[in-house]
């Protein structure tokens, strides 16, 4: 097993047991795939038909507005998995692109290779319900922040939870993220400093 796979598999670990035959016989449904920095996984008005775990590296998924300016709507850091789950989920077009922000090596997995292994490995299907669940209850949290935080302590929350981020994730994404310009994501960090 090679260790790209082997992160998938201490993460299945954290939330239910798979046994390491049973991890070697579904290992085949994935796909290593290596990005380069700003390169594309998933583009806009293509079928949403991949599931990608990070490896390695920082993703991020956005999309474009009427006046073709970018939004990204989430990161993902190792460990964590990214998709458009509306589109992946339902087989629809998508309107999102996901780009590797960083190097990044990711495993691709479709939705009919994650349909089987749901069906064939019980573990996994407990496994998938965990991070559906995780993935639901933080976008309950963020739309709650979005609404009840100002701004400044918008970036307050983001910057004391998620310092990996702010760390490897250029400013501008950063700001694209939170709803503010690069230059007002600026003025609140000059004034946080002072």
């Known amino acids: 097993m090679t260790s790209k796979l082997e992160s998938l598999k201490h993460h299945i670990n954290r939330f239910t047991q798979i ?3 049973e991890f070697d016989d579904m290992s085949p449904y994935f796909e290593v795939r290596e990005a380069r920095k700003k390169e594309i996984l998933l583009q806009a008005d293509n079928i ?3 599931h990608f775990f990070v490896v390695t590296g920082c993703l991020r998924m956005y999309f474009l ?3 073709g300016i970018e939004h990204t709507t989430e990161f993902a850091l190792e460990n964590w998995w990214l998709t458009d789950q509306m ?5 629809e077009y998508t309107t999102c692109y996901i780009q590797a922000v960083e190097t990044s090596t990711v495993l691709k997995l479709s939705k009919s290779a994650e349909e089987k292994i749901i069906q064939y490995y019980p573990a996994m299907k407990e496994y998938f319900l965990h991070i ?13 922040f979005f609404r ?4 400044e302590d918008l970036f307050l929350h983001f910057n004391s939870n998620f310092p990996k981020f702010i760390q490897r994730v250029p400013q501008y994404l950063i700001a694209s993220y ?3 310009t690069p230059e007002y994501l600026s003025e609140i960090r000059k004034k946080i400093i002072s």
Do not use: T, V
């Not at 009840?148 to 701004?151: A, F, K, N, V």
């Open 87 to 91: 589109a992946y989920i339902n087989k």
């Open 19 to 21: 046994a390491d035959q």
């Open 178 to 180: 939170l709803g503010f």
């Open 48 to 50: 949403c038909n991949d």
């Open 132 to 144: 559906y669940q995780k993935a639901f209850a933080a976008a309950q949290k963020r739309s709650m």
């Open 148 to 151: 009840e935080y100002s701004r």
């Open 65 to 67: 507005n009427k006046k």
